[in-house]
């Protein structure tokens, strides 16, 4: 592998973060408007033994709301796919609910279900698992005609050919609805954490800001998405392992 | 076993009873001799595909009927291999894998008892050192290869093959053409072809039927004369010119 695809952007970020540097003080932007990256280094620097507790907090809201809609947006997506009459009934109604903008129902999310983790949960699930949902649908109907033939020709029952033709074909389609649900899974932990809870990295932001301490809000930032970024790798990383077939050499992976 | 085809007056009609019904096939009367290469031959649109997936048993015909071995065609039950147009090996298998499909579809323990077996055709086709690789890996003329060997794999009665071999070069073209007269002399199987190229039928088959289109038909049924093993020099004999000129007539029609 050439040492470049890594270079380049490490290059072109610490231009920016430079120029970010010096325009901030050659202008004297205040910290509370615009803080210089030093200024947020220093302040992450000086909440680096508070993080480990938040981050775990976000992971853990992120990981278990995933794993819940992974665990229904893929069975519901093949009960779709095969059924046309419960994709005709079901299929609106789940539009519906995905069109239902997360931070406005959040609220009342909380009334219903409390200041606990379960309403985090509800928020996540409904966040991410419309992508994942839609992903193994999408996969399991786009079986090429000639795969279904060989199946049919060969005797494969139903059950057969879900598993043996349909589910290997849907897999990198499934996989990436997990990757866009993964990276949606952190930003419906943080809508949680925004609203209800006393930990986590959306608390951290949301408390800081209240304070205008805008190097901490913003060094909190900076590790939620280096938190996002490393669990997307490791779903693409799980896809790798699992399903070397699916990952063509020159494709955006 | 090796099963004969037996084809009575069978038609077929796509959108039958709707807005605008149409005529795939018509009157098809075809008997095909167990043991026997026939090649299904004509222009595009004359339903010859259509024809070999009713045999296959995945059409059904919407009039007259469609025998295999004396019983009529049902999917699954009966051991037909079909080979198609493109290759149409599943990409999450190894090849050694994609060629005892067939004997996975039916239960986990026939792939034990058929491995030695997908071992042995993959050796014939020529394949053995890559039969643990992934089919994207292979090229185009490999990946048929593997495919014929799928088809063959669970013994089966008859070999249905729809123009296998129009998605390769010529040369490659050329080497399967070969290959395949020599698995039918060795398996004895009765082969079916679906194909446009003339010449090809000509080499390949001991019988070929030529079809024409609107509705699609069989207009005759021709005998090739020659012996097998094929030689290519059989194509420049008088016999093979006269089949040449009697299926151009019978496609298209006194031409200048």
Redesign the interface.
């Known amino acids: 592998m050439s040492i470049r695809p890594i270079l380049l952007p490490i290059i072109s970020l610490s231009v920016l973060i430079l120029i970010w540097e010096l325009c901030t003080w050659a202008f004297s932007i205040p910290a509370y408007l615009l803080p210089a990256p030093s200024a947020i280094s220093v302040a992450g620097w000086k909440i680096a033994g508070a993080f480990p507790l938040h981050i775990w907090t976000t992971l853990y809201t992120v990981l278990a709301g995933f794993l819940v809609s992974v665990l229904i947006a893929i069975p519901l997506g093949i009960a779709i796919s095969i059924n046309k009459v419960a994709s005709e009934a079901v299929y609106p109604l789940l539009i519906f609910a995905n069109a239902i903008p997360v931070i406005a129902i959040a609220p009342i999310i909380v009334v219903m279900f409390g200041t606990g983790i379960e309403s985090r949960l509800v928020i996540n699930f409904l966040v991410c698992f419309f992508p994942i949902m839609v992903a193994t649908a999408t996969g399991i109907l786009d079986t ?1 005609k ?2 279904l ?8 029952s139903f059950l ?1 050919e879900m598993l ?2 349909r589910m ?2 849907a ?1 990198p389609f499934i996989f990436s609805g997990l990757k866009i649900g993964m990276t949606l899974s952190v930003i419906g932990a943080v809508v949680g954490e925004f609203i209800t809870s006393q930990r986590g990295l959306g608390y951290l932001i949301v408390s800081a800001t209240t304070n205008f301490d805008l190097p901490q809000a913003m060094a909190s930032v900076i590790v939620l998405a280096l938190m996002s970024v490393i669990l997307y790798l490791t779903v693409q990383y799980i896809q790798r392992i699992w ?1 070397p ?2 990952i063509k050499a020159n494709a955006m992976n | 076993m090796v099963k004969d085809v037996q084809i009575e007056n069978a038609g077929k009609v796509f959108g039958f009873g709707g807005p605008k019904p149409f005529t795939a096939l018509e009157d098809v009367d075809l008997q095909v001799k167990a043991g026997e290469f026939l090649s299904l031959l004509g222009p595009s649109g004359c339903g010859k595909s259509t024809l070999l ?1 009713m045999v ?3 059409e059904k015909p919407t009039s007259g009927s469609v025998a295999v071995g004396g019983g009529e065609v049902k ?3 009966d051991n ?1 291999g ?1 080979v ?1 147009q ?1 290759p ?1 090996l ?3 298998l190894s090849v050694l894998d994609n060629v005892l ?2 004997a ?3 239960s986990r323990k026939l792939v034990k008892t058929y491995r030695s077996r997908a071992e042995e055709l993959l050796e014939q086709v020529g394949l053995s050192h890559v039969a643990n690789q ?1 089919p ?1 890996s292979l090229s185009g003329g490999m990946q048929q290869r593997a495919a014929i060997a799928r088809g063959l794999v ?1 013994d089966p009665d008859i070999l249905l093959m729809d123009e296998p071999f129009s998605a390769l070069d010529a040369m490659t073209r050329e080497d399967l053409q070969f290959e395949l007269v020599r698995l039918h002399q060795e398996t004895g199987k009765t082969f079916i072809f679906v194909t446009h190229g003339i010449s090809e039928a000509i080499f390949l088959s001991s019988t070929i039927a030529v079809m024409s289109s609107f509705p699609g038909r069989i207009s005759n049924v021709l005998d090739v004369e020659f012996g097998y093993p094929r030689a290519l020099d059989m194509l420049s004999t008088p016999h093979a010119h006269d089949l040449d000129e009697t299926i151009r007539s019978i496609i298209y029609g006194p031409r200048t």
């Open positions: 090429p000639d795969y033939d060989l199946s049919r020709t060969t005797g494969a057969t043996t033709i290997p074909h897999a399903l077939w699916s | 997936r296959a048993g995945l999917t699954g039950f037909i079909l198609f493109k149409n599943l990409p999450w499909y067939p996975r579809v039916k992934m994207d669970m």
